[in-house]
């Protein structure tokens, strides 16, 4: 599977985004989806996820309520509702393709990545 991210940009604090993974290959509803950020000087964090097998969500708890992960089967795609943003939201967001059908919240899981867009919230 390769997955290729877009959507990132420079908001204002409280403004919106919707990112977006496109992925080519075989079996696309067979692989777990997730995005994960990089925060400029920290760690990779996860930050949703959405079970292929049984459609569950999951979300970093900073996240809840602002963020919305959705996927489309049919066009290969997983996309990232992004609202009410905040300044420390900023980051290198990457999606990410799991074949297990748990939401995994450690990247050394997942076997496909995005290349990564930037997210910018200004103050």
């Known amino acids: 599977v390769q997955l290729q991210a877009s959507g990132g940009g420079l908001v204002q604090a409280g403004g919106s985004l919707t990112l977006s993974c496109a992925a080519s290959?075989?079996?696309?509803?067979?692989?777990?989806m997730s995005w994960f950020r990089r925060p400029p000087g920290k760690e990779r964090e996860f930050v949703a996820g959405?079970?292929?097998?049984?459609?569950?969500?999951a979300y970093l708890d900073s996240v809840k309520g602002r963020f919305t992960i959705s996927r489309d089967n049919v066009k290969n795609t997983v996309s990232l509702q992004m609202n009410s943003l905040k300044v420390e939201d900023t980051a290198v967001y990457y999606c990410?393709?799991?074949?297990?059908?748990?939401?995994?919240?450690?990247?050394?899981?997942?076997?496909?990545w995005g290349q990564g867009t930037l997210v910018t919230v200004s103050s």
């Open positions: 990410g393709a799991d074949q297990d059908p748990r939401i995994q919240r450690l990247g050394r899981h997942y076997n496909y």
């Open positions: 290959g075989r079996a696309f509803s067979r692989y777990t």
């Open positions: 959405v079970s292929w097998q049984t459609g569950n969500t």
